[in-house]
C-alpha cells in the first residue's frame, strides 16, 4: 500500500510517500515540504498548496491520503490555516478519487514513539529509525508527514475494519428495530 502522509500548515506543509511491505516494514519513497510565504494572499497560498499536492498525487498515485487531524489549538489563526490546508488537501485526493484518512496528532505520536505526549525530537528520532533515514527528516514538518503515513500503514486497515464491522452491526440493529416494530404494529391491529 502507497500511503502520502501529509502535515498540512499554511507556511509549512510536509508531504510524504511511504509504501507498506509485510508485517511493520514501511519504505520511504519521498518527503518534501511545500512552503508559502506569509505575506502572500490567502487564496494564492492555498492555490500554491493545491498545485504541489496535486502534482505528488499525479506523479506518485498514492493508495491513501492520510492527513493530520486539525483539532482546538491556541491560536485560532492557526487553527484555520491548517485546516484550510488541510481541505484543499483533500479536495485534490477527492477530486481523483483517492481516499482520504484523518488521523489525530496523539495517534500518530502514539504509534510512532509508543506515546501520545511525544515531542517533536521524539517523533523525528523515531520516524528516523523506522525507515532506517540515514538522516533525520528535517524540518519537523517532513518528519510529521512520514510519521502520519507510517501511522496509517500500521493503523488504518485495522480502524477501516472496526469502521465496517460498526456499521455490519448497527445496519442488524436497525433491521432488528424494524421487524420488532412491524411485529408491535401487527400485534396491535389485531
Do not use: Y
Request: glycine share 6%; aromatic share 2%; with cysteine.
Amino acid at each position: 500500500m502507497r500511503v502520502m502522509g501529509v502535515d498540512p500548515g499554511l507556511t509549512r506543509c510536509g508531504v510524504a510517500l511511504v509504501e507498506s511491505g509485510s508485517g511493520r516494514k514501511v519504505t520511504a519513497l519521498d518527503v518534501d515540504v511545500v512552503r508559502t510565504p506569509s505575506n502572500m494572499e490567502l487564496a494564492e497560498r492555498l492555490l500554491a498548496i493545491h498545485r504541489a499536492v496535486e502534482q505528488w498525487l499525479d506523479t506518485h498515485r498514492p493508495d491513501v491520503v492520510a492527513v493530520e487531524r486539525v483539532f482546538a489549538q491556541r491560536q485560532v489563526s492557526t487553527a484555520m490555516g491548517t485546516a484550510q490546508a488541510a481541505g484543499v488537501v483533500a479536495l485534490a485526493a477527492a477530486e481523483r478519487g483517492i481516499p482520504v484518512r484523518f488521523h489525530t496528532p496523539s495517534e500518530v505520536k502514539a504509534a510512532v514513539t509508543g506515546s501520545g505526549r511525544a515531542d517533536k525530537a521524539q517523533v523525528t528520532m523515531m520516524i528516523t529509525r523506522i525507515l532506517g533515514l540515514q538522516t533525520p527528516p528535517k524540518p519537523a514538518d517532513a518528519a510529521d508527514a512520514l510519521a502520519l503515513a507510517v501511522c496509517h500503514c500500521w493503523r488504518g486497515p485495522v480502524n477501516e475494519r472496526m469502521e465496517a464491522a460498526a456499521a455490519k452491526a448497527k445496519a442488524a440493529q436497525d433491521r432488528h428495530r424494524a421487524r420488532l416494530k412491524a411485529a408491535q404494529e401487527e400485534a396491535a391491529a389485531r
